[in-house]
């Protein structure tokens, strides 16, 4: 097996390929004076189990470019196998029509990613676990939620609590607070907008206890931001946030350490300063099943 590793995930194609004990490639990627992107990949993939890992987040469209150019690269070798390692998917969540008129952007990115030459996917906690029916081929979505649970682990916390702040994150919420024995639950949350959410308060029992707020993408933080208003008016202890996909757009962190967030803990899925875990080995474990 081969990695490639594309411009966006350098490091998590790094931790891949050590834990598989095969050789990663790094390919030619510039840009012509036009703007138009070049790729070029130099190995000799022929006959060769081709892994290209390479995520999508902003600028999503270069992202996008780089990854489709890379899969055709490869598959002009003639290569045996190719998979698509996309840790964090671009367009995810425009999977279907909100208003007439709209597009849905993800059933189009899939088809791009299929004529490419993709024959496999690997994504990590794609956010709505229906939408990978877009793609005709076998896609993988693994989570990253026991591996920041683990995190959490070494931390020493005080009687701790994984809180969705959702029903749609408790999932990954009871799947964290299993690594360490601990409990789980979660808010109510109403989206008004793209961009605002409304979070309800429910009955908690939080006072001095540390809550880790845990969801698959903190984009703005805002939802992070209400939760923490609520657990600070319980007397709770020190609170902190996790995530699969660190975006934090919109100088979330800010906003979110401004209500009393400790830390933010994301993963490689982008990388960041953020990205204190990493989703290799859950990564391979896909990739390992695949082959066996």
């Excluded at 095969?22 to 130099?42: A, N, S, T, W």
Aim: aromatic residues 6%; glycine residues 6%.
């Amino acid at each position: 097996m081969i990695v490639v590793g594309g411009s966006a995930s350098q490091r998590l194609a790094e931790g891949v390929a050590k834990s598989l004990g095969c050789k990663l490639v790094h390919p030619e990627v510039k840009r012509f004076p036009d703007g138009e992107l070049y790729i070029r990949i130099q190995e000799d993939l022929r006959g060769e189990d081709v892994v290209v890992v390479q995520s999508t987040h902003h600028p999503q469209n270069d992202r996008l470019m780089e990854l489709f150019l890379l899969l055709e690269a490869a598959k002009e070798q003639d290569v045996k196998h190719l998979t698509a390692v996309i840790p964090y998917l671009a367009y995810a969540r425009q999977d279907k029509l909100f208003k007439r008129g709209e597009a849905v952007s993800l059933k189009l990115v899939s088809k791009f990613i299929e004529e490419a030459g993709a024959q496999d996917v690997v994504v990590v906690d794609i956010h709505e676990e229906e939408s990978v029916s877009y793609f005709s081929i076998p896609v993988r979505n693994v989570t990253a939620a026991p591996l920041l649970g683990r995190y959490f682990k070494g931390l020493g916390l005080t009687n701790p609590l994984f809180l969705g702040p959702d029903e749609k994150a408790v999932k990954q919420a009871s799947s964290a607070a299993k690594e360490l024995e601990a409990s789980f639950d979660c808010l109510k949350k109403e989206r008004l907008t793209p961009n605002q959410v409304v979070t309800s308060e429910k009955s908690l029992d939080v006072e001095r206890r540390d809550v880790v707020i845990i969801d698959d993408i903190i984009s703005t933080g805002g939802t992070i931001v209400e939760a923490a208003k609520i657990l600070k008016n319980k007397g709770v202890g020190r609170i902190f946030a996790a995530c699969t996909h660190a975006v934090l757009a919109e100088n979330a962190f800010g906003r979110m350490a401004s209500v009393g967030v400790e830390r933010v803990v994301g993963t490689d899925t982008i990388e960041t300063p953020w990205s204190t875990v990493s989703v290799a080995p859950v990564v391979v474990e896909a990739l390992m099943k695949r082959g066996s």
